[in-house]
């Protein structure tokens, strides 16, 4: 927004320009070459209609009546330059080009043909060339607006951005009361990373101009890098109040709502900025992961689907459906999308560590020890990778390598609850029931908030037929987490074993209405026949 907002202010620089010429006549300053004085009547006609076109926006006629101009006099400068203005609106930037070309063949002190083909040097990519223009207009006149903010625009193009901010300090001094130049600047700087002074900018920038939805707009996202989020929220709405259309604002106020965990309200300004910008991809990535947040998975897919059709190229957003995928237990799927992810990104330790616990879900385990291996190569002190291999060794029951990286991982983060919770898993499921124990009553006191490190010591409890602790850490469990239906399964089973026909009854039935595993599914459907609950 703000680079074609910047390309039609100089254009109308321009055209004002072009219109000024066709108006001085025979008074134009042309060199020797350049045959225009005096004007034939014909020619005349043609360049005053085809500056009337232009003033319409009715560039095609504007360049029929060029034409026409160029017929009646070859030489004409006016027609050369007016026929490049029409083909630069059209962003028919070569044509455009040639034709500034052929003016200042004809009159190299023409300024005017200097400033509109640097602008479409810079258009067509060839900032050197563009650079070249501006610089000759400037060594001649050191005090030529357009030239210095032209070169600034290009110097940013270039990466030069010490350069860039140098020209919009002189064009400053030149003209302090232009609020363009104050909010061209603040753009720099925020490219290289001086957030304060973009703010001051654009500061500047409404003070001069309050009634512009822009500023408010980028001084929003200047105050979001900065971590200020009420302001930016004030300037994201200060920017929907001036120009109620405009999407960006609306994604914006979205994006600090999501984070405050205010999905309601930001979903209603993502919808409002896919109706106002149906192609505008960010909306649907924004609202997919607030539809993912809110665990409404197909919606997310749905989302995180429509951005990949105008993004394709992005690899968050394969990763991000995937992720969604897991959570649904369609691991296939997931795997899909992290490898078009890791196509896009091959260097991302993240997506190896998920797809390969994508494959440990399908019992492939040796895929998924190559992929946590790979996620480790790019990082390696990325501890979930080594929790994962080492669960994944455990799995091949190659116990020795499960415990190295157990105890690498227990190096990095020797505070990470999930590190003795799967390590404790492993355990169980060698039939290490003590050493089990000791790592998931670890796993409880440094996070004893989460309910499956006290599933899995209830459940180790039962193995060691210690019933009264297992139904503590089972109702713990349930406490923390009453949508585990595991935990009524497992507590019910233990109601059962110690002859609590009622509160067997009633956690069975319970863990029947909570997701569970088919298997678990179908053996509490047993038990309640056995209890007599149901035939």
């Not at 992005?314 to 196509?343: K, T």
Request: charged share 20%; net charge negative; hydrophobic share 40%.
């Amino acid at each position: 927004m703000k680079f074609a907002i910047k390309k039609r202010r100089v254009l109308g620089l321009w055209i004002l320009l072009v219109v000024f010429l066709i108006g001085c006549g025979n008074n134009l300053n042309s060199s020797p070459t350049a045959t225009v004085a005096p004007l034939q009547s014909v020619e005349n006609d043609f360049v005053k209609q085809g500056g009337d076109y232009l003033m319409q926006n009715d560039f095609d006629r504007a360049i029929a009546a060029y034409n026409q101009a160029l017929n009646a006099d070859p030489q004409s400068i006016l027609a050369y330059y007016g026929r490049g203005q029409a083909y630069a609106a059209k962003n028919d930037y070569e044509r455009a080009a040639a034709d500034f070309s052929s003016v200042l063949a004809l009159d190299p002190t023409f300024t005017p043909a200097y400033l509109a083909r640097a602008s479409v040097y810079a258009s067509l990519g060839k900032n050197e060339m563009a650079l070249n223009d501006y610089n000759h207009v400037i060594e001649t006149q050191p005090e030529n607006l357009i030239a210095i903010l032209g070169r600034a625009l290009v110097y940013d193009a270039l990466q030069e951005y010490e350069l860039s901010i140098a020209d919009y300090d002189y064009s400053i001094k030149l003209a302090p009361g232009n609020a363009s130049i104050f909010y061209n600047r603040a753009g720099v700087y925020l490219k290289m990373g001086k957030i304060d002074q973009a703010i001051a900018d654009y500061t500047e920038t409404i003070r001069l101009q309050p009634n512009s939805a822009l500023p408010y707009y980028y001084r929003g996202r200047a105050y979001l890098q900065n971590k200020d989020d009420n302001s930016a929220l004030a300037d994201f709405s200060k920017a929907i109040e001036i120009e109620p259309r405009f999407a960006e604002a609306y994604q914006g106020r979205a994006l600090i709502n999501f984070s405050r965990q205010k999905y309601d309200e930001s979903l209603e300004d993502l919808n409002r900025a896919i109706e106002l910008a149906p192609q505008n991809p960010i909306s649907y990535f924004y609202r997919g992961s607030i539809f993912a947040s809110k665990n409404e998975n197909q919606a997310a897919i749905e989302d995180f689907s429509r951005y990949i059709l105008l993004s394709p190229q992005d690899s968050q957003a394969y990763f991000n459906r995937g992720v969604i995928y897991d959570r649904l237990g369609q691991f296939e799927r997931s795997i899909q999308d992290y490898s078009q992810a890791l196509s896009l990104s091959p260097n991302s330790p993240a997506v190896f560590n998920n797809r390969g616990n994508a494959y440990f879900q399908l019992g492939e385990v040796e895929k998924a020890l190559a992929d946590f291996s790979a996620a480790l190569e790019i990082d390696p002190r990325y501890v979930l990778a080594y929790i994962n291999r080492g669960r994944s060794y455990g799995a091949l029951k190659q116990y020795e390598l499960s415990d190295a990286d157990f105890a690498k991982a227990l190096e990095l983060e020797p505070e990470n609850f999930n590190i003795y919770y799967t390590r404790g898993l492993v355990k169980y499921e060698s039939g290490q029931l003590e050493a089990a124990l000791a790592d998931f009553g670890e796993s409880i006191r440094l996070r004893p908030d989460v309910a499956l490190p006290f599933l899995a010591r209830g459940l180790t409890y039962i193995r060691l037929e210690k019933y009264d602790l297992a139904l503590q850490d089972l109702t713990q469990a349930i406490e923390l987490d009453a949508t585990l239906g595991q935990a009524y399964y497992y507590r019910g089973l233990v109601y059962g074993l110690k002859d609590q026909r009622q509160e067997a009854i009633a956690d069975l039935q319970t863990s029947l209405t909570l997701p569970l595993d088919p298997a678990l599914r179908e053996q509490a459907e047993q038990m309640l026949v056995q209890l007599g609950a149901q035939e």
